[in-house]
């Protein structure tokens, strides 16, 4: 099944203790990107990665950090997480690459976390 | 640069037709809606890619102004699995820019039997 899998999907940790959120997904997508949801805010950008090695910032990048290591892989990475990085967050992948306006994002399932 | 979605929030009966609006201070490039029931991952509904161009879906149907900056989404004859919240996606002209997907606040909508 074509998917988009992140893990954990629940996440309880306290300030400044590093955490790895994972994404990984199965369609050979060349496009990934990271959003944290907020009420009131909608969804956020925090990093996108156009293909593998290739990695820019969205509109909230600090206090996080990414890897493009492998095409199917693209991990969140918090070095010390505080309590306003508390959130919903979704990976995402599609065919895009370059053309990444063509084409849709297939969202995973949210990772919630909470700082505290 | 975050568009605008109006309304923030809109209450219907069954067979009652709405509109979304997404509005931009920038230039278009391409246009994307989405839909994300309570407690899901946002599902993709379609894409406009240039000015003028309109796509539908079952009754969901979208318009994509590019002069005003501006995309519709339709949902005709409501039904009670239309309930969720709805998001524009855009991306704006520019190499800068190409790649950063920036989503509206999100509009929600519910379906009242």
């Known amino acids: 099944e074509a998917q988009v899998t992140q893990n954990p999907r629940y996440l309880i940790t306290v300030t400044g203790k590093k955490l790895t959120v994972t994404c990984s997904q199965n369609?050979?997508?060349?496009?990934m990107s990271w959003y944290r949801q907020d009420p009131g805010l909608g969804l956020r950008q925090i990093y996108y990665?156009?293909?593998?090695?290739?990695?820019d910032k969205g509109d909230v990048p600090e206090g996080y950090k990414v890897s493009r290591k492998e095409k199917r892989n693209f991990p969140l990475i918090l070095e010390s997480p505080s309590p306003n990085q508390t959130s919903l967050y979704f990976c995402?992948?599609?065919?895009?690459?370059?053309?990444?306006?063509?084409?849709?994002?297939?969202f995973g399932n949210g990772t919630r976390l909470t700082v505290t | 640069q975050q568009p605008v979605q109006s309304p923030q929030a809109v209450i219907l009966r069954e067979g009652e037709d709405a509109v979304i609006n997404c509005s931009s201070s920038?230039?278009?490039?391409?246009v994307h809606w989405y839909r994300q029931k309570h407690g899901e991952a946002p599902v993709f509904l379609m894409i406009?890619?240039?000015?003028?161009e309109q796509k539908g879906h079952d009754k969901i149907s979208a318009s994509f102004n590019e002069k005003k900056q501006q995309s519709s989404l339709y949902l005709t004859a409501s039904q009670l699995s239309y309930s969720g919240t709805y998001f524009c996606?855009?991306?704006?002209?520019?190499?800068?820019?190409?790649?950063?997907?920036?989503f509206g606040q999100g509009t929600t909508l519910q379906v009242k039997p």
């Open positions: 995402a992948s599609s065919f895009g690459g370059a053309y990444s306006y063509n084409s849709p994002l297939h």
């Open positions: 369609m050979n997508h060349e496009y």
């Open positions: 990665s156009m293909n593998v090695e290739v990695t």
């Open positions: 920038k230039a278009l490039y391409s």
């Open positions: 406009l890619l240039k000015g003028g």
């Open positions: 996606g855009t991306e704006f002209y520019g190499s800068s820019n190409t790649g950063k997907l920036i």
